[in-house]
């Protein structure tokens, strides 16, 4: 017998290391929170943790140990879990094959079951790799809900203007061959008198019930978006011609003009329409299509509002020469260049100066006198007529106080105040600082207010502005009276003191017996009222005479003194030994 012993002590001891060490691998394999597998130098699977398995149980069969990575691959796939057309099985696989040999491969992929999976792939020391699957769905599902958020208008739920520029740039995926689109840009009128007058809750409500009046009467194929504080686009797609959308458009706008209630208030607004349309094949690009919607929306605002108007190309002229003009005025304004011119009123038969209306004029760089039918309207549009009223109330104020020093005994200044004036929540205050600091009386001031200020704005922040203005001891004059529908109802719901009857009724009155009679009519009304009124743009002696008649003593017109600048002012009423200031010479 021969007997051989051996010290197996080192390898028993290796062996153990190794087990413990295998044990530890496993541990930290199941401690992995994401699935984890390990391939070696061959593309061959050796070992994947349980939740690797959890993540592809399709296939979990097939991850014994020799199978190789591509046979696993072309497994998972052919299940069907991936959203990939069947078309591009294999150019994905072999997409990931290169990925995976590549080494350092990242790949996200989503499955039909509405999961995300992030794959890692990196190699090992030995030329192997490692692949770690994670669940990203929840990251997914964060990121489109914010994706989803940037494109779309919390309030609503509509797009915003991201969202439909994003939408309608993918045209192919909404608009069939043959169509256009047509898109409708359509802006609320009167929505701020909401918000000043009842909240930004009822403003809201209104804004939501307009979102749900477009979704149900635009249609499923529309895309609609909310593009500003009380702006929509609608986006339609069309084979309709222009009388059919122009139809469309109308029957939108006078279901948003429906009135509606909030807390049993009252909330009604008006809506203005721009109209355009754009050809996928067409020439124009996309962009060009929806400035010319807003141009459209543009013109039918300063035409009046309320109304839908459809782009034509001599627009965008006029568009670029509205935005030139906005411009110069920022740039006078900053130049001091806007002044009031003062209009002499007069009484009759005396002939004395009673008061002066302030109206605004532009002075060119030239020294041209611009009046303000030249630009009121795209200052009122640009938000600017702000600016250009409080420039005017300093002025027109400095002038009266001037007057007083030069030695006219009280007169008195009507000063005209826009709508976006008197909707301001500040205007009293405004008004009290400018007259008190000069030691200006209140009843020296008229505040001239529009009468289709009234008619268009019908806010209760202007009537409480108004009637705070008249409680402050400011008189209150409704201009061009007669020229809208509210002239009678103003004088029983706002505290006026005086009208001035506009031109309209006084042109033609010595020859037209209607003229005369309702001429008389209003005087005699504003008689028993103890409404003072007065008569504005007297050009000739048979309208002067004919209203002196009537009994009516106030005037004003170019037959009795045209608007002048101050200093003109001075010295016309110098001439006419009005003024006893040793000064005026040198103004």
């Not at 978006?225 to 222009?242: I, K, N, Q, T």
């Not at 627009?315 to 020469?321: D, F, G, Y």
């Not at 001891?473 to 002239?487: M, S, Y």
């Not at 006026?496 to 009304?525: N, Y």
Request: with cysteine.
């Amino acid at each position: 017998w021969l007997t051989f012993v051996f010290d197996i002590s080192v390898q028993i001891t290796a062996e153990a290391e190794a087990a413990k060490a295998v044990n530890q691998l496993a541990v930290a394999m199941e401690a992995i929170p994401d699935g984890f597998a390990l391939f070696d130098e061959q593309e061959r699977f050796i070992t994947c943790n349980a939740t690797f398995r959890k993540l592809y149980p399709d296939i979990s069969a097939l991850l014994v140990k020799g199978a190789t990575f591509k046979s696993i691959l072309r497994a998972d796939v052919a299940t069907g879990n991936y959203r990939i057309p069947r078309s591009q099985h294999p150019i994905w696989i072999e997409t990931r094959l290169a990925q995976y040999r590549d080494g350092g491969s990242t790949a996200e992929v989503e499955r039909t079951d509405g999961r995300w999976f992030r794959v890692l792939e990196r190699p090992t020391s030995t030329g192997g790799r490692v692949a770690f699957t994670i669940d990203i769905t929840r990251t997914k599902t964060r990121q489109v809900e914010l994706e989803n958020a940037a494109l779309t208008d919390a309030l609503t739920g509509l797009l915003n203007r991201r969202g439909i520029s994003d939408r309608i740039s993918k045209t192919d995926q909404w608009v069939t061959a043959g169509e256009r689109i047509a898109f409708l840009h359509l802006d609320l009128d009167k929505f701020k008198t909401v918000n000043d007058a009842l909240g930004h809750e009822a403003g809201d409500f209104v804004l939501t019930t307009v979102s749900s009046k477009l979704l149900e009467m635009a249609g499923e194929r529309a895309e609609i978006a909310r593009v500003g504080g009380d702006e929509f686009v609608v986006a339609l797609p069309s084979e309709h011609g222009e009388d059919q959308v122009f139809a469309f458009a109308e029957t939108l706008r006078a279901a948003i003009t429906q009135p509606s209630y909030y807390k049993e208030r009252l909330c009604q607004v008006g809506a203005s329409i721009g109209i355009s349309f754009w050809c996928p094949n067409g020439s124009d690009p996309l962009e060009q299509a929806l400035l010319d919607a807003d141009t459209a929306l543009m013109q039918g605002k300063t035409l009046g509002r309320n109304r839908t108007v459809v782009f034509r190309k001599r627009m965008r002229a006029q568009a670029v020469e509205m935005a030139q003009i906005a411009s110069k005025i920022k740039e006078s304004l900053r130049e001091e260049r806007f002044v009031p011119f003062f209009q002499p009123q007069i009484e009759w038969p005396s002939g004395r100066v009673c008061g002066f209306e302030t109206l605004v004029r532009w002075i060119g760089e030239d020294g041209s006198v611009t009046p303000a039918g030249a630009f009121i309207n795209v200052a009122n549009e640009t938000g600017l007529i702000l600016d250009i009223d409080r420039e005017m109330l300093a002025l027109g104020l400095d002038a009266l106080y001037n007057l007083t020093q030069e030695g006219f005994e009280n007169p008195s200044l009507s000063i005209n105040l826009s709508s976006a004036m008197l909707r301001s929540p500040d205007l009293l205050d405004t008004v009290l600082d400018a007259v008190g600091w000069r030691g200006l009386q209140h009843e020296q001031i008229n505040i001239e207010i529009l009468e289709s200020t009234l008619l268009d704005d019908r806010s209760d922040t202007i009537g409480t502005n108004i009637n705070a203005l008249a409680e402050a001891g400011f008189r209150i004059e409704l201009d061009d009276f007669g020229t809208g529908h509210t002239a009678l109802a103003s004088l029983r719901k706002f505290p006026v003191h005086r009208i001035k009857i506009d031109r309209s009724l006084i042109k033609t009155i010595d020859s037209d017996p209607s003229l005369q009679a309702i001429t008389e009519g209003i005087f005699s009304l504003c008689q028993r009222l103890g409404v003072d009124t007065i008569a504005e743009g007297i050009e000739t002696d048979a309208e002067l005479a004919v209203l002196s008649q009537i009994g009516i003593s106030k005037f004003q017109g170019y037959m009795l003194a045209k608007p002048m600048s101050y200093s003109a002012l001075l010295r016309w009423l110098a001439d006419r030994g009005d003024l006893q200031s040793r000064h005026v010479s040198e103004a």
